[in-house]
């Protein structure tokens, strides 16, 4: 069982390039650093597992859990030491798709940075495709 962790919001980027990569997701170093932090005092956790739930005004939300074990259909991102498991339902979704964590006075989240989202919500948490 999978214990929610954070609170995350989409941006659709346009008009940037997107480097090629062999990875789904790629993670900026705040990112990586965050998830560290994250996984360090829980040793029974391998890593974070990013899916899809329909939900919000615009369909699709992402969601953020602990994961102890990689299922089958699950595509695995190793960068910098960290383990990120992409959930089969959120595969497509994610392709070329950058994962920051940004934090302000106000907030502190985990940031999708896609280039395939077609629109958003106004607040940010849902998304369409």
Partial sequence: ??????RATVKAVSRRKILPTKAALTLTPSAVN???????????????????RTRGCNGL????DYTKEKDN????????????FI??????????TEMDFV??????EFVFNNPNIKGTCG???SFNI
């Fill in 1 to 6: 069982m999978s214990a929610s962790i954070v």
């Fill in 34 to 52: 965050k998830i560290r932090i994250l996984l360090q005092d829980k040793p029974e956790y391998i890593g974070l597992k990013v899916g899809v």
């Fill in 61 to 64: 939300t992402y969601t953020l």
């Fill in 73 to 84: 259909s699950d595509e695995e991102v190793l960068q910098d030491g960290v383990r990120v």
């Fill in 87 to 96: 959930e089969k339902k959120a595969q497509l979704t994610l392709l070329g």
């Fill in 103 to 108: 934090e302000t006075k106000l907030s502190s």
């Fill in 123 to 125: 607040c940010g948490e």
